[in-house]
């Protein structure tokens, strides 16, 4: 039995490598630059989070409006790229329609669609004030 030291201890010395660390990030931009050349709707995301910092700089929105909009743009973002892993998964487990797998699809694009929604809200109310 491994107790929860010796488990400590062994995780420590896993993760502390420098390589391990360097590894992981170029995994994770893997990973992100996957899906971005993959999926449409996290391109399109991308685009538009683009797009609206382009806007933010040209018509210099204050810092507490940069920081809500950064904090949407990447949860959108982060969001989309969880909605694609959430898809890769269950198609690779499922190759039939299976009410759980289009269940478990539906709901991890629901979310994205709520936050995607709730941020153009929040976003109309932070810029309209600086085009009017």
């Not at 990030?25 to 797009?51: D, Q, R, T």
Request: aromatic residues 14%.
């Amino acid at each position: 039995m491994v107790y929860a030291s010796q488990y400590h201890k062994w995780y420590t010395k896993l993760m502390g490598g420098k390589q391990f660390r360097i590894l992981s990030f170029k995994y994770a931009f893997e990973g992100i630059w996957s899906a971005l050349k993959k999926e449409p709707n996290l391109k399109f995301h991308f685009i538009v989070g683009v797009f609206v910092i382009l806007l933010a700089s040209i018509l210099r929105i204050s810092r507490e409006d940069w920081a809500i909009t950064l904090l949407l743009i990447s949860f959108v973002l982060v969001l989309e790229l969880t909605n694609t892993a959430i898809e890769a998964v269950v198609d690779e487990f499922t190759n039939k329609e299976h009410p759980g797998a289009k269940l478990a699809k539906d709901i991890s694009a629901g979310a994205v669609l709520i936050v995607a929604i709730t941020s153009v809200i929040i976003g109309l109310i932070i810029f309209l004030p600086y085009l009017f």
